[in-house]
């Protein structure tokens, strides 16, 4: 049972152009998404997140977008630039007192020179 | 403080044979965690410590699979009897109990069993 699907296992976008990367859920019980990025051989590093009581959160070039009612979640990253070429996972957490995340499966995103 | 710390980073191993690896996390943290990564797929949450109490474990961790955290610091996860489906990366990573905080990763010992 998959709870956090990122359907789309690979994306390529030219460089300063902005890439979507897109992330449904299943489980109503989650109130804490997080983004994480990834590259080759190193473990993922923390990008952004959002808690469920807010539909937008914005970090430089990064901005994460919740619809709670759609369960779907989007990370914005604009412009994009080359050393943003990694995979990204989305993670969910659904309650404060059991911090377990639950990812996606990443998308591979190439950004284009 | 240099972020979360594996060891070893790559461990190759015969099948049937134990292995340990060790994870520091970083300092103030309370909280750790292990997942497990293969192939095409997100990290899978094994199990979590708050100080030194084990508080959760996945379905996923089998009997051969333990994990301790003496004293609340660093933790250890054992494989005993190692089997080919075990190959896999292994990701530690630490949080502080705060609400609304981010987990901080490890860079993961990928592990081979041949």
């Known amino acids: 049972d998959q709870q956090v699907k990122q359907n789309s296992p690979s994306l390529s976008v030219q460089e300063g152009r902005i890439s979507i990367l897109n992330c449904d859920y299943t489980?109503?019980?989650?109130?804490?998404f997080l983004w994480y990025k990834k590259y080759p051989a190193e473990g993922p590093t923390f990008l952004i997140s959002?808690?469920?009581?807010?539909d937008k959160n914005e970090d430089g070039r990064f901005t994460v977008f919740l619809n709670k009612s759609a369960k779907h979640l989007s990370l914005h990253i604009v412009p994009s630039q080359p050393g943003d070429s990694a995979v990204y996972f989305c993670?969910?957490?659904?309650?404060?007192?059991?911090?377990?995340?639950?990812f996606g499966t990443g998308t591979r995103l190439t950004i284009i020179p | 403080d240099t972020g979360v710390s594996q060891n070893p980073r790559h461990k190759i191993t015969k099948r049937g044979q134990n292995v340990t690896f060790r994870c520091d996390p970083i300092?103030?943290?309370?909280?750790l965690y292990w997942y497990r990564q293969t192939l095409g797929q997100g990290p899978e949450f094994l199990t979590y410590?708050?100080?030194?109490?084990?508080?959760?474990k996945s379905r996923l961790l089998s009997d051969r699979f333990s994990a301790e955290r003496p004293k609340g610091s660093f933790s250890t996860l054992e494989i005993q009897r190692t089997e080919q489906g075990d190959s896999a990366m292994y990701l530690c990573?630490?949080?502080?109990?705060?609400?609304?905080?981010?987990?901080?990763f490890g860079q993961g010992t990928r592990l081979t069993v041949v």
């Open positions: 410590f708050q100080n030194e109490a084990q508080l959760e």
């Open positions: 990573a630490s949080s502080l109990h705060l609400r609304d905080t981010e987990a901080f």
């Open positions: 993670a969910a957490r659904n309650d404060f007192g059991n911090e377990k995340l639950t």
């Open positions: 489980n109503s019980m989650f109130d804490y």
């Open positions: 959002i808690s469920s009581i807010k």
């Open positions: 300092s103030e943290h309370n909280r």
